[in-house]
């Protein structure tokens, strides 16, 4: 029923910005009781949660990323956003957007979008 699909530029030059879009359909991003995801994983490394943002528009960030973080929605295109600032090579990951009923998790207990490939090089 819910579908997500990640969507943004590949690559990345470092101090740049990353800018990728969640669009959903088959539910409203403003439907009371859940929230809207970023996750990401590198590899080699654990998935990592990023932020949320939340049906009424509240946000959530990872304190390890807060400094460069934003994550933003457009009601009117169904759709979430991130915003990644100052990026370098370590942020190089497939970056997916699920919902889910809880705020922080890395669990495929929701619905998830298939993910997009971020690469950060010069």
């Known amino acids: 029923q819910v579908h997500l699909v990640e969507s943004g530029p590949g690559l990345v030059t470092p101090s740049q910005t990353l800018s990728l879009a969640c669009t959903v359909s088959g539910a409203a991003i403003t439907t009371e009781g859940f929230n809207w995801i970023w996750i990401r994983q590198s590899p080699g490394r654990d998935k990592e949660w990023m932020g949320a943002i939340g049906y009424s528009g509240t946000t959530w960030y990872n304190p390890s990323l807060k400094a460069r973080i934003t994550i933003s929605r457009d009601t009117s295109k169904n759709q979430f956003t991130l915003s990644l600032r100052s990026v370098t090579p370590e942020d190089t990951a497939v970056y997916y957007c699920?919902?889910?009923?809880?705020?922080?998790?890395?669990?495929?207990?929701?619905?998830w979008g298939p993910g997009t490939q971020v690469t950060v090089s010069a």
């Open positions: 699920p919902r889910d009923r809880l705020i922080v998790t890395t669990k495929r207990s929701g619905y």
